[in-house]
């Protein structure tokens, strides 16, 4: 079992720095793809970024998040820069055990482990 506790949320202006951890625990992390996923007020959860043996983001966060990982405090992150009203969501982060040599996953579906998610709000 793996559990996952997010920290980092918080309100923050149009344009600002917000940077997520999220701790893991129960399992290390080395052999688990990880993931952000967020979901706003009245819409579907999204995908926002995952590594694994390879990183991917959503198009609208590239060049302006940045996911990573501290395998050593079994921690990951989402460095989040020149932040946008519509960034406002709860963001939760995923984990799934999975092969380094396979390609990391987009979609919510196949991460069994989530942690309880941390509000991320940007004024205008």
């Known amino acids: 079992q793996v559990q996952l506790v997010e920290s980092g949320g918080g309100l923050v202006q149009a344009g600002g720095s917000l940077r997520l951890s999220c701790a893991a625990s129960?399992?290390?992390?080395?052999?688990?793809?990880m993931a952000w996923f967020r979901q706003a007020p009245g819409k579907e959860g999204e995908f926002v970024a995952a590594i694994g043996n390879n990183i991917r983001y959503a198009d609208f966060v590239k060049a302006r998040f940045t996911i990573s990982r501290d395998n050593a405090k079994n921690t990951l992150y989402l460095q989040m820069n020149s932040l946008k009203p519509n960034d406002t969501a709860v963001y939760y982060c995923?984990?799934?055990?999975?092969?380094?040599?396979?390609?990391?996953?987009?979609?919510?579906?196949?991460?069994?482990?989530w942690g309880q998610g941390t509000q991320v709000t940007v004024s205008a």
């Open positions: 995923a984990a799934v055990q999975r092969a380094q040599s396979q390609v990391v996953l987009v979609t919510p579906g196949p991460y069994p482990y």
């Open positions: 129960g399992r290390t992390l080395r052999s688990m793809h």
